[in-house]
């Protein structure tokens, strides 16, 4: 039986892009111990997004997120010793129908005035700049510029590269499943012995109602939602080159009932799909991948025959599909981090300094404009 009792200010329990994050910016103040259930961290999700960033995208917490981690991957990438985490590739947002052409008019009058708001494009112009529609499918489009592909696999390592620097452990293999609640604080099991301390950070993903239920605090409304994604082979590769050799834009149905974008020489196709799972590994269905094939077939000229690979992973929302960040007042000192749905790995960089400061009761850093209000799980009923 081993005790770290003492040695510990903080425990985070999830080592995907939630919790190696806000445990880095944790770390900053206090003595972090990041806990992970499965043998190698980012086994869930994190390794599972499609690994954009798009401003613009999500309920407006989230957009606001966005908005302020863009300069943030930067100075991140600096800091940690990074590789560059954002590769610049725009999207087209098309509508192939009435309800995407209405679709499309909605999001240019929602977004409108906010910074790098989609703009308009002619139908045209969508096949102009992404040479593999189909021509004459498009009936609207609108083209967010200032987005990018992420690294996510460097962002998450850069945080986790972070959190020892700064002195703070992290122990795989450790499922949390028993925590207790003492007279000031917490006693979390960690398999072969326990550990007290005045903070736990919930930032279990799809299992943040499990690890919440474990230690006697209500659930916060969890869903987990299941998206397939899949790469498909190409036959002429070469057409799949962007103008001056740069990356063709993704390509996103309005309504998000599917979207593709070029990947390793092939094409990474998503049906959209938001199946509703148990917080679990997840599988793709074989329906879900003949879906996405069938959908992007049917706009682009590209002959999509066959899936080189396939894989699901869980976005997980509460109903009003905003993220969870903070503690209720009865339960103090256990914060959730969860509920990021599509948005994770985009929103990572200030939902965890926005995080940080919420925990620690500091001021939230002035370039993230979302009240703690808006997130905290005392508006979840
Ligand atoms: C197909 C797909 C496409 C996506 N595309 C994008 C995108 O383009 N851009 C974007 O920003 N986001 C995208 N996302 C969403 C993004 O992947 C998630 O929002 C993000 O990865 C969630 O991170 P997380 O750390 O909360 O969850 P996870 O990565 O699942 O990490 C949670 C961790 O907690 C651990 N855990 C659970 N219970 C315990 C316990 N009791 N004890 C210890 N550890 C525990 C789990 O093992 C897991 O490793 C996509 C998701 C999918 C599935």
Excluded at 162 to 191: E, F
Aim: charged residues 20%; hydrophobic residues 45%; proline residues 7%.
């Amino acid at each position: 039986m081993t005790s770290t009792n003492g040695s510990v200010d903080v425990v985070v329990i999830g080592g995907g892009i939630a919790g190696a994050s806000v445990a880095y910016e944790l770390a900053a103040h206090r003595r972090v111990l990041l806990l992970e259930a499965e043998q190698a961290l980012a086994t869930h999700s994190t390794a599972r997004s499609a690994a954009t960033c798009i401003p613009g995208h999500g309920t407006g917490p989230v957009r606001a997120l966005v908005a302020a981690s863009l300069p943030r991957f930067a100075a991140l990438a600096q800091e940690l010793d990074a590789p560059p985490l954002l590769t610049a590739r725009a999207v087209i947002w098309a509508g192939f129908d009435d309800d995407g052409v209405h679709g499309v008019d909605g999001l240019l009058t929602e977004r409108a005035g906010e910074p790098l708001a989609p703009q308009r494009i002619s139908a045209g112009e969508a096949e102009r700049r992404c040479p593999v529609l189909r021509p004459g499918v498009v009936r609207a489009a609108a083209l967010t510029s200032a987005s990018a592909d992420v690294d996510a696999a460097a962002l998450h390592a850069a945080f986790v590269r972070g959190l020892r620097r700064r002195g703070g452990v992290v122990r795989t293999s450790v499922r949390v499943t028993g925590i207790g609640r003492l007279a000031a604080g917490w006693r979390v099991g960690t398999g072969d012995g326990h550990v007290d301390v005045p903070d736990v950070v919930d930032a279990a993903g799809a299992w943040a109602d499990v690890v919440a239920r474990a230690a006697g605090v209500a659930p916060i409304g969890l869903v987990p939602l299941r998206r397939t994604a899949a790469v498909l082979s190409v036959a002429e590769p070469e057409r799949l080159v962007g103008a001056g050799g740069g990356l063709q834009p993704m390509v996103t149905e309005v309504g998000e009932r599917f979207y593709f974008k070029t990947e390793s020489g092939g094409l990474l196709a998503s049906p959209g799909d938001e199946t509703p799972s148990e917080p679990v590994d997840a599988r793709p269905d074989a329906l879900d991948v003949a879906l996405a094939l069938e959908r992007v077939a049917a706009v682009t000229t590209l002959g999509l025959r066959s899936v080189r690979t396939s894989w699901a992973g869980l976005r997980s929302f509460v109903a009003d599909r905003r993220p969870v960040v903070g503690s209720r007042p009865q339960d103090p000192g256990f914060h959730f981090v969860a509920g990021q749905g599509g948005s994770g790995i985009e929103t990572s960089p200030a939902l965890a300094a926005f995080a940080a400061a919420v925990i620690t009761g500091t001021p939230v850093p002035a370039d993230i404009a979302v009240d703690p209000a808006t997130l905290s799980p005392t508006r979840l009923k």
